[in-house]
């Protein structure tokens, strides 16, 4: 399998007031095409901000992060952001749908921005709506609908732009075990017919059983994960 995602020496650190914390140190490490990797651990070990550098979202203060053999460091932020839109969905635990557009607009979203918005990506919105069993909330708004039909949309957004990563922060942190499971199980389905990339963040053992391998953080580092 061909590498995806490659890191070379990644360093990253937060100031917080008089001091610096060293959140990942000096961090190398490749993910390859087809993994679901799980980074477990508590709140504040460094997951989101690693998630956050493979997205571009951040940049590291030294290091290279390659994406499908691209070097994104090298990239400024307009020709950053083009890249992810191509390249990379983002799934977050607060789900960021767009209040104002309703569900069936929220999913194209992303399309038009791309510029990639055709009559079959409607028909393929409207089946993964139909096959995720959301297809009678397409023209409803996002405040009507409940946590886990929010987290399953914002899947289905990420999914839609065909992207060759998948980054999932938290995903069911914001859900009930028994809504979490119906999210988990609806990305494990996804993510594998469709053969991409999950690198997800999650301090939930029940999300680590979809894992092709498992990390969690400790001093900076990665180390496989006893659970």
Same mark, same amino acid.
């Given at each position: 399998m061909d590498n995806v995602v490659r890191l070379e020496?990644?360093?990253?650190? %937060?100031?917080?007031? #008089?001091n610096s914390r060293k959140v990942i140190d000096n961090l190398s490490f490749d993910i390859k $095409?087809?993994?679901?990797?799980? !980074?477990? /651990?508590?709140? /504040?070990? /460094? $997951?989101?901000?690693l998630l956050n550098l493979i997205a571009g979202l951040d940049n590291p203060d030294s290091g290279k992060i390659f994406i499908n053999g691209t070097d994104i460091t090298g990239l400024n932020e307009t020709?950053?952001?083009? @890249? &992810?839109?191509k390249h990379i969905g983002f799934v977050f635990q607060f789900f960021n749908l767009? *209040?104002? !557009? =309703?569900? %069936?607009?929220? +999913? +194209?979203?992303?399309? #038009?921005?791309? $510029?990639?918005l055709s009559a079959e990506k409607k028909e393929q919105a409207l089946s993964l709506l139909e096959e995720t069993g959301l297809h009678n909330r397409k023209n409803s708004f996002p405040d009507v609908l409940s946590g886990g039909e929010q987290q399953r949309i914002a899947v289905l957004r990420a !999914? !839609?732009?065909d992207p060759d990563i998948l980054l999932a922060?938290? *995903?069911?942190?914001?859900?009930? @075990?028994? =809504?979490a499971k119906i999210v988990i199980d609806m990305i494990d389905r996804l993510v594998l017919g469709k053969k991409k990339t999950l690198i997800m963040a999650t301090?939930?053992?029940?999300? =680590? /059983?979809?894992?092709? &391998?498992?990390?969690? %953080? &400790?001093d900076g580092k990665l180390e496989k994960a006893e659970l």
């Amino acid at each position: 399998m061909d590498n995806v995602v490659r890191l070379e020496n990644i360093t990253k650190s %937060f100031t917080e007031g #008089e001091n610096s914390r060293k959140v990942i140190d000096n961090l190398s490490f490749d993910i390859k $095409k087809g993994e679901i990797l799980v !980074l477990y /651990g508590r709140s /504040g070990s /460094g $997951k989101s901000s690693l998630l956050n550098l493979i997205a571009g979202l951040d940049n590291p203060d030294s290091g290279k992060i390659f994406i499908n053999g691209t070097d994104i460091t090298g990239l400024n932020e307009t020709d950053k952001t083009v @890249f &992810r839109r191509k390249h990379i969905g983002f799934v977050f635990q607060f789900f960021n749908l767009i *209040p104002t !557009l =309703t569900v %069936f607009e929220n +999913l +194209l979203l992303p399309l #038009e921005l791309n $510029k990639t918005l055709s009559a079959e990506k409607k028909e393929q919105a409207l089946s993964l709506l139909e096959e995720t069993g959301l297809h009678n909330r397409k023209n409803s708004f996002p405040d009507v609908l409940s946590g886990g039909e929010q987290q399953r949309i914002a899947v289905l957004r990420a !999914l !839609l732009t065909d992207p060759d990563i998948l980054l999932a922060d938290e *995903p069911t942190g914001n859900l009930d @075990f028994r =809504t979490a499971k119906i999210v988990i199980d609806m990305i494990d389905r996804l993510v594998l017919g469709k053969k991409k990339t999950l690198i997800m963040a999650t301090h939930s053992r029940e999300l =680590t /059983g979809i894992a092709t &391998r498992i990390f969690s %953080f &400790r001093d900076g580092k990665l180390e496989k994960a006893e659970l």
